[in-house]
């Protein structure tokens, strides 16, 4: 099956500074990419939908001037953490969708664990 | 934004009993996923289920989905140690992203 693959696995940072999460489609092409975080013992929620060639869409609630998601190619999309704090610490996790349509499969990400110290 | 919840928050049972959770969900659907996550781990896709399917079987899985009433249940049979974890049911409408629920903790004891 398709692959996403999550960089880092984990990450440790000081707070005040920026730590960029990469995710990236194997072997298909992903216009479509979604990035979600994870609090301890609570479900995933939506941050974004990271769009090929164009601005990504926020949920409602999240910064988008704090999570910068850069989508510049097909298989590549990153979320940049910006002036880390500690609650922002928690498990991201990415997923890209194969092909186009509705009925098309989504894909995850391992997730990547980001402690802010 | 979440979709919904699910029932129980948290399941503790005996290995060889069955574990019933059920998800409930607010809009229209295209299909509802069902996926497990260990602790601190990354998702596994258990089963899919499109809007217009009502049961779907997949080895021990069992899912269920009643769109008239926006729920779902998923049951494992037989449930072993190692299917202790967290469960989630994901909903996607047409060209969105997967909205998950809340989910629930289950505990298998030996």
């Known amino acids: 099956g398709a692959v996403v693959s999550q960089h880092p696995s984990w990450v440790i940072c000081k707070s005040g500074t920026s730590v960029k999460i990469e995710c990236r489609s194997l072997?298909?092409?992903?216009?479509?990419m979604f990035w979600y975080r994870q609090f301890p013992k609570q479900s995933l929620m939506l941050m974004a939908t990271?769009?090929?060639?164009?601005?990504?869409?926020?949920e409602q609630g999240v910064e988008k001037d704090k999570f910068l998601i850069n989508h510049a190619s097909l298989t590549l999309s990153t979320l940049t953490v910006t002036s880390a704090h500690p609650e922002d610490s928690s498990f991201y996790i990415c997923?890209?969708?194969?092909?186009?349509?509705?009925?098309?499969?989504?894909?995850f990400g391992e997730g990547s664990w980001l402690t802010v110290v | 934004s979440q979709q919904g919840e699910e029932d129980p928050q948290a399941l503790s049972i005996q290995e060889g009993e069955n574990a019933t959770m059920n998800c409930s969900y607010k809009?229209?659907?295209?299909?509802l996923q069902w996926y497990r996550q260990n602790s601190g781990r990354g998702l596994v896709h258990l089963i899919l289920?499109?809007?217009?399917?009502r049961e779907k079987h997949s080895g021990r899985l069992r899912v269920t989905l009643d769109t008239s009433k926006k729920s779902s249940s998923l049951l494992i049979t037989a449930s072993r140690a190692a299917d202790t974890a967290s469960y989630f049911c994901?909903?996607?409408?047409?060209?969105?992203?997967?909205?998950f629920g809340k989910g629930t903790t289950l505990s298998v004891s030996s």
């Open positions: 809009t229209s659907i295209n299909n």
């Open positions: 994901a909903t996607r409408q047409a060209g969105t992203a997967l909205i």
């Open positions: 289920i499109r809007s217009n399917e």
């Open positions: 072997d298909f092409q992903a216009t479509t």
């Open positions: 990271s769009n090929e060639g164009s601005k990504a869409t926020y």
């Open positions: 997923s890209a969708l194969v092909g186009a349509t509705s009925g098309n499969t989504i894909y």
